[in-house]
């Protein structure tokens, strides 16, 4: 499986211009992990406003080719492996005053507690998807990164765009991260756990 990752620096108030959370949570009310991670839908407050503060984001997109005559279930399979590739990237990435927002559920315990009625554990791992937050993630990446999803209306598509970002503190550094993203897309990814603490209110 191969892919290419593509990176541009968005304001906050580029990004808000796709921000709806009413109905794009409304979607995961028919994902089967609705409710089975503190990362996701339902939420008592608005998840956004629980990030620390951030001005800027690099928005990350990552195409991967699909596997030519794949059948619905191996591009699942494909889909799910592209999806925690770009995890494991993006938690790589994230440096002090840039918090990743990963693609897909939270997966920083082996099992979230929330089925069992328990506050998350460990909210320093805790990372939401951009979705979970209320982004219209086809929108930031057709419109601020300039690339398109490709659903075929048959057959299967000839890649997947799977999509996440860096929320950075201010300006200075996203432009630090970007600076350094060669070296960063090169290193090794053996994802690591920084102590960035969202605070949740239950
Ligand atoms: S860190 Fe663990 S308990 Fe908290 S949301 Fe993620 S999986 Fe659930």
Redesign the pocket.
Same mark, same amino acid.
């Given at each position: 499986m191969t892919g290419t990752v593509h990176t541009v620096i968005v304001s906050k108030a580029d990004m808000m211009r796709y921000y709806d959370p009413e109905r794009i949570q409304g979607y995961c009310r028919t994902c089967e992990k609705y409710g089975q991670?503190?990362?996701c839908p339902p939420f008592e407050n608005s998840p956004l406003e629980q990030l620390p503060p951030w001005t800027h984001a690099i928005l990350v997109t990552q195409k991967t080719w699909v596997e030519p005559g794949s059948t619905k279930e191996r591009l699942i399979e494909q889909f799910l492996a592209a999806r925690q590739i770009l995890v494991n990237t993006l938690k790589h990435w994230e440096r002090d005053g840039c918090l990743s927002v990963i693609a897909g559920? %939270?997966?920083? %315990?082996? =099992? %979230?507690? +929330?089925p069992r009625g328990?506050?998350?554990?460990?909210?320093? =791992?805790? +990372?939401y998807s951009l979705e979970a937050l209320g982004f219209d993630v086809t929108a930031l990446a057709e419109k601020l990164a300039g690339q398109s999803l490709h659903w075929p209306k048959s057959g299967v598509p000839d890649y997947l765009l799977t999509v996440g970002a860096l929320l950075c503190r201010d300006q200075a550094l996203a432009l630090a991260w970007k600076q350094n993203e060669s070296a960063m897309q090169t290193a090794p990814i053996h994802p690591q756990h920084h102590p960035i603490t969202i605070q949740r209110r239950t």
């Open positions: 991670f503190w990362s559920h %939270c997966s920083g %315990c082996s =099992k %979230c507690t +929330r328990i506050a998350c554990q460990v909210p320093s =791992k805790m +990372r």
